[in-house]
């Protein structure tokens, strides 16, 4: 947590076990406003955002008939390497238009192994670095792998 000054401050055990019973007890909607107040009081916990937008992202579970979105996302293209490649904002343009988030999309599928993965820091990234062939420019791609 930082403090006002940049200065770097801890919780207390006794406080950050009440700010887990809040989160816990709280209705998916009301994460942000919660998050919103810790913010306004100048209490930056980090990876709080990251589980609100979780907590949402995993209800859209029930959103995504996977074979029918891969058929759909894969539908005249051609395969690089046993793997369609997706521009990132070509994806996100798909998903918009399914209602469905992104960033939750490609999770899904890299549950499923659906999905190529590169790793950043140590960190997995749900998309990765292609080099066009014509163009030779690296770019982002979401590469699904391909079964058939």
């Known amino acids: 947590m930082e403090g006002q000054n940049g200065s770097t401050d801890t919780l ?4 950050a076990i ?3 019973k809040i989160l816990a007890a709280a209705p998916d909607e009301r994460i942000p406003m919660i998050l919103d107040v810790f913010s306004k009081a100048e209490v930056d916990i980090d990876g709080l955002d990251e589980l609100a937008e979780w907590r949402a992202l995993n209800k859209q579970t029930a959103l995504i008939d996977t ?4 058929k759909e996302l894969t539908k005249g293209r051609e395969r690089t390497d046993g793997e369609y490649r997706i521009k990132v904002p070509e994806f996100n343009q798909f998903c918009n238009a399914k209602g469905v988030s992104a960033r939750y999309a490609r999770k899904h599928l890299f549950d ?6 590169s790793t950043d820091n140590g960190k997995t990234n749900y998309t990765c670095p292609v080099q066009d062939t014509e163009s030779k420019k690296t770019e982002r791609c979401v590469c699904i792998i391909a079964n058939n």
């Open 12 to 15: 207390d055990i006794k406080t």
């Open 18 to 20: 009440q700010i887990a």
């Open 67 to 70: 074979d029918a979105f891969v």
């Open 112 to 117: 499923s192994g659906l999905l190529r993965s």
